[in-house]
């Protein structure tokens, strides 16, 4: 079995039973994740894609929030995509989001979903999930049009909380594969100096969660 396939198989076990009350437990503790679908600002007649879209409670908000705008919606984990389709079936946006299985690493837009670019690409608490996160962050940057943004919400160092709470909670994330990303600062000056783009670094809740936005230039 690929590396890919092994982590697929992983998540489908994970979160086979998880999924159907995922959204009503990571309410309390995925937090940031509101501010940063409303910072998207996506472009009437745009296309945003989710890399990690879960159980697509994300991609219903921001179909919700961005009426004039395609949204495309990308995960490794079947058993997730099954909660997601039905979620945005139920909300009524099916019309204009589309959704595939694929690794967040290394996937093929123009293959998945018709689409060779999008004006915005989003990750929401997915980085910390995925081996290799590093290369989502490459994969992200590659498929963004010119002008396009990449915006990116997840688990901080916890720097400045105290350090019991940092070891309960990073003991507890471990128990569903999920590990905070220190070098995430780091990556994300790498791979925007690679692509030109800026990048909009902040952390969040003392350093609970980071929120970065990465601008390509137009």
Same mark, same amino acid.
């Given at each position: 079995?690929?590396?890919?396939?092994?982590?697929?198989?992983?998540?489908?076990?994970? %979160? @086979? @039973?998880?999924? /159907?009350? %995922?959204?009503? +437990?990571? &309410?309390?503790?995925?937090?940031?994740? *509101?501010?940063?679908?409303?910072?998207?600002?996506?472009? *009437?007649?745009? +296309?945003?894609?989710? !890399? #990690?879209?879960?159980?697509?409670?994300? !991609?219903?908000?921001?179909?919700?929030?961005?009426? &004039?705008?395609?949204?495309?919606?990308?995960?490794?984990?079947?058993?997730?995509?099954?909660? $997601?389709?039905? $979620?945005? $079936?139920?909300?009524?946006?099916?019309?204009?989001? &589309? !959704?595939?299985?694929?690794?967040? +690493?290394?996937?093929?837009?123009? $293959?998945?979903?018709?689409?060779?670019?999008? *004006?915005?690409?989003?990750?929401? %608490?997915?980085?910390?999930?995925?081996? #290799?996160?590093?290369?989502?962050?490459?994969?992200?940057?590659?498929?963004? &049009?010119?002008?396009?943004?990449?915006?990116?919400? *997840?688990?901080?160092?916890?720097?400045?909380?105290?350090?019991?709470?940092?070891?309960?909670?990073?003991?507890?994330?471990?128990?569903? /594969?999920?590990?905070?990303?220190?070098?995430?600062?780091?990556? !994300?000056?790498?791979?925007?100096?690679?692509? /030109? =783009?800026?990048?909009?670094? @902040?952390?969040?809740? @003392?350093?609970? =969660?980071? /929120?970065?936005?990465?601008?390509?230039?137009?």
């Amino acid at each position: 079995m690929t590396a890919a396939g092994s982590h697929a198989a992983l998540m489908d076990g994970v %979160y @086979r @039973r998880q999924r /159907h009350i %995922y959204d009503a +437990t990571r &309410k309390y503790y995925l937090l940031g994740r *509101d501010s940063m679908i409303a910072g998207l600002r996506a472009p *009437d007649g745009g +296309t945003v894609l989710e !890399l #990690g879209c879960g159980t697509g409670r994300n !991609l219903v908000l921001a179909a919700r929030r961005y009426p &004039k705008a395609r949204f495309f919606g990308l995960d490794i984990s079947t058993a997730m995509l099954e909660t $997601a389709a039905r $979620a945005v $079936a139920q909300d009524g946006a099916g019309p204009r989001v &589309k !959704l595939a299985q694929g690794d967040a +690493t290394a996937f093929n837009a123009q $293959a998945l979903f018709g689409e060779a670019g999008f *004006d915005r690409v989003f990750v929401s %608490y997915s980085l910390s999930m995925i081996p #290799g996160w590093e290369k989502t962050i490459a994969a992200a940057l590659a498929v963004l &049009k010119p002008g396009g943004s990449l915006h990116i919400v *997840d688990f901080g160092r916890q720097e400045r909380l105290p350090a019991w709470f940092k070891r309960l909670l990073r003991a507890w994330l471990a128990k569903f /594969h999920v590990t905070p990303r220190d070098a995430m600062a780091e990556v !994300l000056e790498s791979e925007s100096r690679k692509a /030109h =783009a800026s990048l909009s670094f @902040r952390s969040l809740f @003392r350093g609970y =969660a980071v /929120h970065a936005v990465v601008t390509r230039p137009a």
